[in-house]
Protein backbone atom coordinates (compact mmCIF):
# COMPACT_ATOMS: atom_id res chain seq x y z
CA UNK A 1 0.00 0.00 0.00
CA UNK A 2 3.40 2.30 -0.07
CA UNK A 3 1.80 5.69 1.93
CA UNK A 4 -1.37 5.03 2.62
CA UNK A 5 -0.12 2.58 5.62
CA UNK A 6 0.99 5.86 6.86
CA UNK A 7 -2.35 7.73 6.09
CA UNK A 8 -3.85 8.14 9.20
CA UNK A 9 -7.17 9.57 7.90
CA UNK A 10 -7.56 7.05 5.33
CA UNK A 11 -6.78 4.07 7.70
CA UNK A 12 -9.61 5.26 9.88
CA UNK A 13 -11.96 5.67 6.89
CA UNK A 14 -10.97 1.97 6.15
CA UNK A 15 -11.13 0.48 9.14
CA UNK A 16 -14.77 1.94 9.90
CA UNK A 17 -15.55 0.63 6.46
CA UNK A 18 -13.71 -2.53 7.14
CA UNK A 19 -16.26 -3.27 10.37
CA UNK A 20 -19.17 -1.99 8.67
CA UNK A 21 -19.02 -4.61 5.78
CA UNK A 22 -18.61 -7.43 8.23
CA UNK A 23 -21.72 -5.96 9.44
CA UNK A 24 -23.22 -5.86 6.37
CA UNK A 25 -22.61 -9.20 5.46
CA UNK A 26 -23.85 -10.92 8.73
CA UNK A 27 -27.43 -8.86 7.71
CA UNK A 28 -27.43 -9.88 4.45
CA UNK A 29 -27.72 -13.34 5.38
CA UNK A 30 -29.86 -12.88 9.10
CA UNK A 31 -32.29 -10.54 7.44
CA UNK A 32 -33.17 -13.50 4.94
CA UNK A 33 -32.64 -16.09 7.16
CA UNK A 34 -34.73 -14.45 10.24
CA UNK A 35 -37.48 -14.41 7.30
CA UNK A 36 -37.52 -17.73 6.79
CA UNK A 37 -36.88 -19.03 9.34
CA UNK A 38 -38.41 -16.66 13.10
CA UNK A 39 -41.49 -16.23 10.24
CA UNK A 40 -41.40 -19.60 8.03
CA UNK A 41 -41.62 -17.35 5.07
CA UNK A 42 -40.84 -18.97 1.94
CA UNK A 43 -39.50 -17.59 -1.35
CA UNK A 44 -41.92 -14.50 -1.54
CA UNK A 45 -41.22 -13.43 1.88
CA UNK A 46 -37.35 -13.54 1.41
CA UNK A 47 -37.95 -11.82 -1.68
CA UNK A 48 -40.22 -8.96 -0.14
CA UNK A 49 -37.29 -8.22 1.85
CA UNK A 50 -34.74 -8.26 -0.66
CA UNK A 51 -36.98 -6.55 -2.94
CA UNK A 52 -37.13 -3.86 -0.06
CA UNK A 53 -33.40 -3.60 0.48
CA UNK A 54 -33.21 -2.68 -2.98
CA UNK A 55 -36.25 -0.56 -3.68
CA UNK A 56 -34.62 2.44 -3.16
CA UNK A 57 -31.77 2.34 -5.71
CA UNK A 58 -34.55 2.48 -8.36
CA UNK A 59 -34.54 6.80 -8.42
CA UNK A 60 -33.01 7.42 -5.22
CA UNK A 61 -29.07 7.71 -6.59
CA UNK A 62 -29.80 10.06 -9.59
CA UNK A 63 -31.39 12.30 -7.17
CA UNK A 64 -28.53 11.57 -4.58
CA UNK A 65 -25.95 11.73 -6.83
CA UNK A 66 -27.18 15.41 -8.06
CA UNK A 67 -27.51 16.56 -4.38
CA UNK A 68 -24.37 15.35 -3.13
CA UNK A 69 -22.21 17.02 -5.78
CA UNK A 70 -22.99 20.53 -4.19
CA UNK A 71 -22.33 18.69 -0.06
CA UNK A 72 -19.19 17.64 1.78
CA UNK A 73 -19.36 13.64 1.69
CA UNK A 74 -18.25 12.96 5.22
CA UNK A 75 -20.92 14.81 6.94
CA UNK A 76 -23.41 13.08 4.93
CA UNK A 77 -21.58 9.20 5.55
CA UNK A 78 -21.77 9.88 9.61
CA UNK A 79 -25.85 10.42 9.50
CA UNK A 80 -26.15 7.65 7.10
CA UNK A 81 -24.44 5.18 9.25
CA UNK A 82 -25.98 6.40 12.31
CA UNK A 83 -29.52 5.74 10.28
CA UNK A 84 -29.04 2.29 9.29
CA UNK A 85 -27.40 2.03 13.01
CA UNK A 86 -31.36 2.91 14.43
CA UNK A 87 -33.36 1.24 11.90
CA UNK A 88 -31.29 -2.62 12.71
CA UNK A 89 -31.06 -1.66 16.34
CA UNK A 90 -35.15 -1.99 15.76
CA UNK A 91 -34.97 -5.58 15.17
CA UNK A 92 -33.43 -7.16 17.91
CA UNK A 93 -35.60 -4.98 19.98
CA UNK A 94 -38.47 -6.24 18.20
CA UNK A 95 -37.63 -9.96 18.76
CA UNK A 96 -37.29 -8.97 22.57
CA UNK A 97 -40.77 -7.90 22.80
CA UNK A 98 -42.42 -10.54 20.26
CA UNK A 99 -43.76 -8.22 17.85
CA UNK A 100 -41.41 -9.86 14.60
CA UNK A 101 -43.46 -9.36 11.60
CA UNK A 102 -42.48 -9.51 7.87
CA UNK A 103 -43.82 -5.73 7.56
CA UNK A 104 -40.97 -4.85 10.07
CA UNK A 105 -38.17 -7.02 8.36
CA UNK A 106 -39.40 -4.82 4.93
CA UNK A 107 -39.31 -1.61 6.28
CA UNK A 108 -35.68 -1.80 8.35
CA UNK A 109 -34.66 -3.40 4.29
CA UNK A 110 -36.03 -0.02 3.12
CA UNK A 111 -34.80 2.29 5.35
CA UNK A 112 -31.43 1.01 5.42
CA UNK A 113 -31.16 0.31 1.45
CA UNK A 114 -31.65 3.86 0.92
CA UNK A 115 -29.21 5.14 3.86
CA UNK A 116 -26.61 2.77 2.01
CA UNK A 117 -27.40 4.33 -1.73
CA UNK A 118 -26.63 8.00 -0.08
CA UNK A 119 -23.35 6.66 1.68
CA UNK A 120 -22.08 4.56 -1.43
CA UNK A 121 -22.86 7.22 -3.59
CA UNK A 122 -20.89 9.44 -0.97
CA UNK A 123 -17.83 7.33 -0.50
CA UNK A 124 -17.15 6.96 -4.46
CA UNK A 125 -16.62 10.49 -4.43
CA UNK A 126 -15.14 10.85 -1.21
CA UNK A 127 -12.08 8.23 -1.68
CA UNK A 128 -10.74 10.23 -4.60
CA UNK A 129 -10.59 13.29 -2.37
CA UNK A 130 -9.13 11.53 0.27
CA UNK A 131 -6.12 9.92 -1.45
CA UNK A 132 -4.00 11.43 -4.36
CA UNK A 133 -4.74 10.24 -7.51
CA UNK A 134 -1.48 7.97 -7.68
CA UNK A 135 -2.70 5.78 -4.71
CA UNK A 136 -6.08 5.76 -5.73
CA UNK A 137 -5.42 1.80 -7.39
CA UNK A 138 -4.34 1.17 -4.04
CA UNK A 139 -6.91 2.80 -2.19
CA UNK A 140 -9.68 0.53 -4.09
CA UNK A 141 -7.27 -2.69 -3.74
CA UNK A 142 -7.37 -1.50 0.10
CA UNK A 143 -11.03 -1.25 0.33
CA UNK A 144 -12.15 -4.10 -2.14
CA UNK A 145 -9.98 -6.61 -0.54
CA UNK A 146 -11.51 -5.76 2.96
CA UNK A 147 -15.16 -5.62 1.73
CA UNK A 148 -14.45 -9.31 0.51
CA UNK A 149 -12.61 -10.37 3.42
CA UNK A 150 -15.84 -9.27 4.97
CA UNK A 151 -17.17 -11.55 2.60
CA UNK A 152 -15.72 -14.12 3.93
CA UNK A 153 -16.10 -13.92 7.57
CA UNK A 154 -19.21 -12.01 7.84
CA UNK A 155 -21.80 -14.85 6.63
CA UNK A 156 -20.14 -17.87 8.94
CA UNK A 157 -20.30 -15.16 11.55
CA UNK A 158 -23.91 -14.68 10.31
CA UNK A 159 -24.41 -18.34 10.05
CA UNK A 160 -23.18 -18.90 13.69
CA UNK A 161 -25.41 -16.45 15.48
CA UNK A 162 -28.18 -17.82 13.47
CA UNK A 163 -27.92 -20.95 14.54
CA UNK A 164 -26.66 -20.17 18.21
CA UNK A 165 -28.97 -17.04 19.01
CA UNK A 166 -31.42 -16.41 16.87
CA UNK A 167 -31.35 -14.26 13.62
CA UNK A 168 -32.41 -11.32 15.57
CA UNK A 169 -29.26 -11.14 17.35
CA UNK A 170 -27.15 -11.65 14.68
CA UNK A 171 -28.78 -8.24 13.22
CA UNK A 172 -27.57 -6.57 16.03
CA UNK A 173 -24.05 -7.04 15.27
CA UNK A 174 -24.63 -4.91 12.20
CA UNK A 175 -26.11 -2.29 14.10
CA UNK A 176 -23.01 -2.47 15.90
CA UNK A 177 -20.75 -2.04 12.97
CA UNK A 178 -22.29 1.57 11.44
CA UNK A 179 -21.41 3.04 14.98
CA UNK A 180 -17.70 2.01 14.26
CA UNK A 181 -17.94 3.16 10.76
CA UNK A 182 -19.62 6.74 11.44
CA UNK A 183 -16.65 7.24 14.60
CA UNK A 184 -13.66 5.63 11.55
CA UNK A 185 -15.12 8.47 9.10
CA UNK A 186 -15.48 11.10 12.44
CA UNK A 187 -11.85 10.48 13.02
CA UNK A 188 -10.30 12.09 9.58
CA UNK A 189 -8.25 15.01 10.29
CA UNK A 190 -7.91 16.24 6.44
CA UNK A 191 -10.21 18.82 5.60
CA UNK A 192 -12.42 17.61 2.80
CA UNK A 193 -12.70 20.43 -0.62
CA UNK A 194 -15.32 22.94 -1.29
CA UNK A 195 -17.96 21.23 -2.77
CA UNK A 196 -18.99 22.53 -6.27
CA UNK A 197 -21.03 25.79 -6.39
CA UNK A 198 -24.30 25.71 -7.10
CA UNK A 199 -24.15 27.68 -10.01
CA UNK A 200 -25.35 26.99 -13.81
CA UNK A 201 -23.18 23.71 -13.60
CA UNK A 202 -25.33 20.64 -15.65
CA UNK A 203 -28.41 19.27 -14.32
CA UNK A 204 -29.29 15.76 -12.93
CA UNK A 205 -29.12 14.48 -15.82
CA UNK A 206 -25.47 14.86 -16.60
CA UNK A 207 -24.39 11.62 -14.81
CA UNK A 208 -26.42 9.51 -17.42
CA UNK A 209 -24.80 11.87 -20.14
CA UNK A 210 -21.15 10.60 -18.72
CA UNK A 211 -22.11 7.13 -19.14
CA UNK A 212 -24.04 7.20 -22.12
CA UNK A 213 -21.24 9.03 -24.27
CA UNK A 214 -18.43 7.13 -23.25
CA UNK A 215 -18.09 3.65 -24.46
CA UNK A 216 -16.32 2.34 -21.41
CA UNK A 217 -19.02 3.29 -18.99
CA UNK A 218 -21.55 2.13 -20.99
CA UNK A 219 -20.51 -1.39 -21.79
CA UNK A 220 -19.59 -1.55 -17.06
CA UNK A 221 -23.23 -0.17 -16.99
CA UNK A 222 -24.42 -2.52 -19.22
CA UNK A 223 -22.97 -5.83 -17.81
CA UNK A 224 -23.30 -4.72 -13.51
CA UNK A 225 -27.07 -4.08 -14.41
CA UNK A 226 -27.80 -7.85 -16.16
CA UNK A 227 -25.28 -9.44 -13.74
CA UNK A 228 -27.07 -7.38 -10.24
CA UNK A 229 -30.66 -8.63 -11.48
CA UNK A 230 -29.57 -11.82 -12.54
CA UNK A 231 -27.73 -12.50 -9.74
CA UNK A 232 -30.81 -11.37 -7.21
CA UNK A 233 -32.69 -14.42 -9.21
CA UNK A 234 -30.34 -16.55 -8.22
CA UNK A 235 -30.11 -15.71 -4.53
CA UNK A 236 -33.37 -15.78 -3.37
CA UNK A 237 -33.67 -18.67 -4.55
CA UNK A 238 -30.96 -20.34 -3.35
CA UNK A 239 -31.24 -19.71 0.14
CA UNK A 240 -34.48 -21.66 -0.18
CA UNK A 241 -32.82 -24.11 -1.48
CA UNK A 242 -30.23 -24.74 0.21
CA UNK A 243 -31.69 -24.36 3.67
CA UNK A 244 -35.07 -25.91 3.25
CA UNK A 245 -34.54 -28.38 -0.01
CA UNK A 246 -30.84 -29.68 0.54
CA UNK A 247 -31.10 -29.82 4.05
CA UNK A 248 -27.93 -27.64 4.64
CA UNK A 249 -28.14 -25.64 8.11
CA UNK A 250 -27.88 -22.41 8.84
CA UNK A 251 -24.23 -22.74 9.97
CA UNK A 252 -23.26 -24.71 6.77
CA UNK A 253 -25.11 -22.11 4.54
CA UNK A 254 -22.66 -19.41 5.72
CA UNK A 255 -19.92 -20.95 5.49
CA UNK A 256 -20.59 -21.72 2.19
CA UNK A 257 -20.93 -18.39 0.96
CA UNK A 258 -17.84 -17.41 2.73
CA UNK A 259 -15.76 -19.16 0.38
CA UNK A 260 -17.12 -16.88 -1.97
CA UNK A 261 -15.86 -13.76 -0.31
CA UNK A 262 -12.31 -15.79 0.37
CA UNK A 263 -12.40 -15.84 -3.29
CA UNK A 264 -13.09 -12.10 -4.05
CA UNK A 265 -10.40 -11.47 -1.60
CA UNK A 266 -7.95 -13.23 -3.83
CA UNK A 267 -9.04 -11.96 -6.73
CA UNK A 268 -9.13 -8.15 -5.33
CA UNK A 269 -5.40 -8.86 -4.00
CA UNK A 270 -4.31 -10.20 -7.83
CA UNK A 271 -6.30 -7.76 -10.06
CA UNK A 272 -4.10 -5.20 -10.36
CA UNK A 273 -0.81 -7.06 -10.80
CA UNK A 274 -2.73 -9.32 -14.01
CA UNK A 275 -4.14 -5.85 -14.82
CA UNK A 276 0.13 -4.35 -15.03
CA UNK A 277 0.40 -7.77 -17.07
CA UNK A 278 -2.37 -7.88 -19.64
CA UNK A 279 -4.17 -4.07 -19.54
CA UNK A 280 -7.26 -3.35 -17.80
CA UNK A 281 -9.54 -4.55 -20.06
CA UNK A 282 -8.46 -8.11 -21.00
CA UNK A 283 -8.09 -8.36 -16.94
CA UNK A 284 -11.41 -7.95 -16.73
CA UNK A 285 -12.55 -9.94 -19.33
CA UNK A 286 -10.39 -13.07 -17.81
CA UNK A 287 -11.92 -12.19 -14.17
CA UNK A 288 -15.33 -12.23 -16.04
CA UNK A 289 -14.94 -15.94 -17.40
CA UNK A 290 -14.82 -16.81 -13.86
CA UNK A 291 -17.12 -14.83 -11.84
CA UNK A 292 -19.99 -14.99 -14.71
CA UNK A 293 -19.18 -18.69 -15.83
CA UNK A 294 -18.95 -20.66 -12.43
CA UNK A 295 -22.33 -19.94 -11.46
CA UNK A 296 -24.03 -21.55 -14.51
CA UNK A 297 -22.90 -24.63 -12.29
CA UNK A 298 -24.84 -23.99 -9.09
CA UNK A 299 -28.73 -25.00 -10.63
CA UNK A 300 -26.82 -28.64 -11.76
CA UNK A 301 -25.28 -29.33 -8.22
CA UNK A 302 -25.99 -32.98 -6.39
CA UNK A 303 -26.12 -33.81 -2.73
CA UNK A 304 -27.65 -32.54 0.45
CA UNK A 305 -26.47 -31.38 3.66
CA UNK A 306 -22.49 -31.34 4.07
CA UNK A 307 -21.77 -33.02 0.37
CA UNK A 308 -23.81 -30.05 -1.10
CA UNK A 309 -22.71 -27.22 1.12
CA UNK A 310 -19.22 -28.32 0.18
CA UNK A 311 -19.93 -28.01 -3.48
CA UNK A 312 -21.79 -24.64 -3.57
CA UNK A 313 -18.56 -23.58 -1.13
CA UNK A 314 -16.38 -24.73 -4.33
CA UNK A 315 -18.51 -22.28 -7.11
CA UNK A 316 -18.84 -19.80 -4.43
CA UNK A 317 -14.82 -19.56 -4.05
CA UNK A 318 -14.15 -19.71 -8.01
CA UNK A 319 -16.94 -17.00 -9.22
CA UNK A 320 -15.43 -15.00 -6.05
CA UNK A 321 -11.84 -14.71 -7.43
CA UNK A 322 -13.49 -13.24 -10.62
CA UNK A 323 -15.84 -11.17 -9.13
CA UNK A 324 -13.31 -9.41 -6.16
CA UNK A 325 -10.94 -8.78 -9.48
CA UNK A 326 -13.51 -7.11 -11.72
CA UNK A 327 -14.95 -5.07 -8.69
CA UNK A 328 -10.91 -3.38 -8.18
CA UNK A 329 -10.87 -2.83 -11.91
CA UNK A 330 -14.14 -1.42 -12.54
CA UNK A 331 -14.44 1.04 -9.10
CA UNK A 332 -10.60 2.76 -10.43
CA UNK A 333 -12.02 2.92 -13.95
CA UNK A 334 -15.33 5.24 -13.42
CA UNK A 335 -13.33 6.97 -10.93
CA UNK A 336 -10.26 7.59 -13.07
CA UNK A 337 -12.64 8.68 -16.33
CA UNK A 338 -15.43 10.34 -14.90
CA UNK A 339 -14.36 14.22 -14.34
CA UNK A 340 -13.83 15.17 -10.77
CA UNK A 341 -17.10 17.84 -10.43
CA UNK A 342 -19.29 15.06 -11.94
CA UNK A 343 -18.34 12.13 -9.65
CA UNK A 344 -21.40 11.77 -7.60
CA UNK A 345 -23.57 12.73 -10.24
CA UNK A 346 -22.12 9.67 -12.58
CA UNK A 347 -21.91 7.10 -9.53
CA UNK A 348 -25.91 7.95 -8.67
CA UNK A 349 -26.56 7.34 -12.66
CA UNK A 350 -24.52 4.29 -12.90
CA UNK A 351 -26.33 3.09 -9.15
CA UNK A 352 -30.07 3.73 -10.57
CA UNK A 353 -29.01 1.53 -13.81
CA UNK A 354 -27.16 -1.13 -11.66
CA UNK A 355 -28.90 -1.48 -8.37
CA UNK A 356 -32.17 -0.24 -9.62
CA UNK A 357 -32.73 -3.25 -11.35
CA UNK A 358 -32.26 -5.20 -7.95
CA UNK A 359 -35.58 -4.93 -6.45
CA UNK A 360 -37.06 -5.91 -9.98
CA UNK A 361 -34.22 -9.13 -9.69
CA UNK A 362 -35.42 -10.14 -6.18
CA UNK A 363 -39.35 -9.68 -6.91
CA UNK A 364 -38.65 -11.95 -10.18
CA UNK A 365 -37.14 -14.09 -8.05
CA UNK A 366 -39.96 -14.53 -6.20
CA UNK A 367 -42.07 -15.26 -9.19
CA UNK A 368 -40.09 -17.90 -11.06
CA UNK A 369 -39.41 -19.57 -7.58
CA UNK A 370 -42.77 -20.38 -7.41
CA UNK A 371 -43.47 -20.83 -11.42
CA UNK A 372 -40.36 -23.00 -11.97
CA UNK A 373 -39.58 -24.21 -8.70
CA UNK A 374 -36.07 -23.04 -7.05
CA UNK A 375 -33.84 -25.14 -9.30
CA UNK A 376 -35.42 -23.64 -12.55
CA UNK A 377 -35.67 -19.91 -11.38
CA UNK A 378 -31.63 -20.96 -10.33
CA UNK A 379 -31.00 -21.71 -14.26
CA UNK A 380 -32.60 -18.66 -15.55
CA UNK A 381 -30.42 -16.58 -12.86
CA UNK A 382 -27.55 -18.19 -13.66
CA UNK A 383 -27.99 -18.02 -17.53
CA UNK A 384 -28.60 -13.97 -16.75
CA UNK A 385 -25.35 -14.29 -15.31
CA UNK A 386 -23.38 -15.25 -17.74
CA UNK A 387 -24.83 -13.17 -20.45
CA UNK A 388 -24.20 -9.98 -18.68
CA UNK A 389 -19.96 -10.45 -19.48
CA UNK A 390 -20.77 -9.84 -23.35
CA UNK A 391 -20.80 -6.17 -23.24
CA UNK A 392 -17.00 -6.28 -21.41
CA UNK A 393 -16.33 -7.78 -24.71
CA UNK A 394 -16.19 -4.81 -27.29
CA UNK A 395 -13.33 -3.91 -29.04
CA UNK A 396 -12.79 -1.19 -26.79
CA UNK A 397 -13.15 -2.70 -23.54
CA UNK A 398 -10.44 -5.50 -24.77
CA UNK A 399 -7.84 -2.98 -25.56
CA UNK A 400 -8.05 -0.70 -22.63
CA UNK A 401 -4.47 -0.88 -21.19
CA UNK A 402 -4.57 2.00 -18.03
CA UNK A 403 -6.98 4.42 -17.27
CA UNK A 404 -4.52 6.54 -16.23
CA UNK A 405 -3.67 7.22 -19.76
CA UNK A 406 -7.14 7.37 -21.03
CA UNK A 407 -7.64 10.12 -18.16
CA UNK A 408 -4.57 11.91 -19.50
CA UNK A 409 -5.92 11.80 -23.55
CA UNK A 410 -9.27 12.78 -22.15
CA UNK A 411 -8.15 16.20 -20.47
CA UNK A 412 -5.85 16.37 -23.91
CA UNK A 413 -9.28 17.02 -26.49
CA UNK A 414 -9.60 13.25 -27.18
CA UNK A 415 -13.05 11.57 -27.32
CA UNK A 416 -13.07 10.87 -24.06
CA UNK A 417 -13.10 14.83 -22.96
CA UNK A 418 -14.30 16.15 -20.01
CA UNK A 419 -16.37 19.01 -21.09
CA UNK A 420 -16.79 17.56 -25.11
CA UNK A 421 -18.33 14.83 -26.27
CA UNK A 422 -17.21 11.35 -24.47
Given at each position: MGSLARDRDFRLFWAGHTVSAVGTHVTAVALPLTAALTLDAGAAGVSAVATATYLPSVALPLLAGHWLEHRRRRPVMI???VLRAAALGAVPVAWGFGAMSL???VAVALVVGAASVVFDIA?????????????LAAANRALQGSSTAAQVGGPGIAGLLVQLLGPAVAVLAD????V??????AGARRAEPEPAAQDASPGIGEGVRQIRVSPFLRSLTAHAALYNASAQILVVNLVVLAVKERGLSAGGYGLALSAGGAGAFLGAMLGLRVAARLGYGRAFAVSLVLSTGVPLALPLLPGRGLSYGVLLAACQLLSGIGLGSANVLSVTIRQLLIPRT?????????RTFTFGVLPLGAALGGVLGGALGTTGAMAVGSAGIALSALPMFTREIRTLRDP??????????ACVGVSGPR
Open positions: AADGLLSFAYVPDLVEDTEALSYASALGIALARSNGAYHTQRAAASGG
